[in-house]
């Protein structure tokens, strides 16, 4: 049973446009989530988080929205640059930040 | 170089065979964990270790064993494989438990015939 879901398999954008990555998450325990963005033939980076005590964390470009009630979260990057091509995975946390639950990748692909 | 590392980075072995993943990282993280990546599934956390001698359960455990004597490594051993293990296994570090970013190793493909 998948806790946390991203339903968009790919994402196509033009470069200099915005992107818009979701994720939905069913546990209402969950109280800290993270962005990681992945290559080819490497593992996941670290990206950008946000605390459930938040709705909205900013780091350069990338923005991550919250919306507790909804149970969904946002990945904004803007503007999307060529280099932002790859597999972005939401993640949650619970028991503390001890156990984390993934979504599926959502491949993006940024058009110059 | 801040790194975790993983070795073999590719694995071809058969059912049964028992086997053993390596992971360590040069950070002095307390926090390591395993997951697998597959198609349609996303990564999945199969267990995870706050500290030395410190082991608990991910989402998907069976069929797996882990053990952290030391701060920096951190082997999965699987002690009689089986066809359903064949995956991207990749081993992460944080500095301490909760609430951090991981840091990923890149990966060990593992196929199991």
């Known amino acids: 049973d998948q806790q946390v879901k991203q339903n968009s398999p790919s994402l196509s954008v033009q470069e200099g446009r915005i992107s818009i990555l979701n994720c939905d998450y069913t546990?209402?325990?969950?109280?800290?989530f993270l962005w990681y963005k992945k290559y080819p033939a490497e593992g996941p980076t670290f990206l950008i988080s946000?605390?459930?005590?938040?709705d909205k964390n900013e780091d350069g470009r990338f923005t991550v929205f919250l919306n507790k009630s909804a149970k969904h979260l946002s990945l904004h990057i803007v503007p999307s640059q060529p280099g932002d091509s790859a597999v972005y995975f939401c993640?949650?946390?619970?028991?503390?930040?001890?156990?984390?639950?993934f979504g599926t990748g959502t491949s993006l692909t940024v058009i110059p | 170089e801040a790194q975790v590392t993983q070795n073999p980075r590719y694995l071809i072995t058969v059912t049964g065979k028992k086997l053993t993943v390596t992971c360590s990282q040069n950070?002095?993280?307390?926090?390591m964990s395993w997951y697998r990546q597959d198609p349609g599934l996303g990564l999945r956390q199969i267990y995870y270790?706050?500290?030395?001698?410190?082991?608990d359960k991910g989402d998907v455990p069976e069929g797996y064993k882990v053990s952290r004597k030391e701060k920096r490594n951190f082997p999965l051993i699987l002690e009689s494989p089986s066809p359903n293990q064949t995956s991207l296994y990749f081993c992460?570090?944080?500095?301490?438990?909760?609430?951090?970013?991981?840091?990923f190793g890149p990966g060990t493909r593992l196929t199991v015939l």
């Open positions: 946000i605390s459930s005590i938040k």
């Open positions: 993640a949650a946390s619970a028991l503390a930040g001890n156990q984390f639950y």
């Open positions: 546990n209402s325990m969950f109280d800290y």
């Open positions: 950070m002095n993280h307390e926090y």
């Open positions: 992460a570090s944080s500095g301490l438990a909760g609430y951090n970013e991981q840091f």
């Open positions: 270790s706050m500290n030395v001698e410190v082991t």
